[in-house]
């Protein structure tokens, strides 16, 4: 059984809430932009493992560092992530085809901001996109998602809120 963090948007911002949530996860995946090297490599000391794609927003160093898509399996599941990728109905440009030719049992996107956990019967994948973490666009509420893993299947997805408050004073960017 594993637990996976995912997160996307984060467009240099850091919440201290990421390690809150993630600290029992056994991975963690960034869906995209974001935003700085300084992001990536604290979420990096939180789990044994990190897995990246980068965002349109994203700069020369962590293009470098990262693919556009990962195609992957863990704990039997087998996964594509990407940045822009849509959901269900609205697919971006290429995506039906390559989630049709993987087979993948789950999709992890960003870009959008908006979160979404919904399957797509027509393919049989669970399509997540965590929502933004991060300050820059228009969400109302940042979020995160974490999904149980066992046995090749998905067995429970969680959706945080990451809301503001006095207990809960705004993060920082980094540069």
Not at 32 to 51: C, F, K, Y
Not at 55 to 62: P, T, Y
Not at 70 to 86: A, L, P, R, S, Y
Request: aromatic share 8%.
């Amino acid at each position: 059984m594993k637990k996976i963090g995912i997160i996307s948007d984060t467009h240099s911002y850091w919440d201290d809430r990421y390690v809150q949530y993630f600290k029992d996860c056994d991975e963690i995946w960034h869906a995209g932009d974001i935003g700085s090297e300084a992001v990536i490599d604290r979420l990096a000391t939180i789990t044994p493992v990190l897995r990246a794609v980068y965002g349109n927003a994203d700069g020369g160093n962590l293009r470098l560092r990262f693919k556009d898509t990962e195609i992957f399996e863990t704990e039997g599941v087998k996964v594509v992530m990407t940045h822009i990728g849509g959901y269900p109905g609205k697919y971006a440009p290429g995506i039906r085809s390559r989630l049709q030719l993987s087979q993948p049992q789950v999709f992890v996107c960003g870009h959008s901001h908006i979160l979404k956990i919904m399957p797509d019967r027509s393919l049989d994948v669970l399509v997540v996109n965590p929502g933004a973490a991060g300050r820059q666009g228009w969400q109302v509420v940042r979020t995160l998602v974490t999904l149980t893993l066992d046995g090749g299947r998905v067995t429970h997805a969680q959706v945080i809120e990451l809301a503001d408050d006095k207990r809960h004073p705004q993060g920082q960017v980094l540069a």
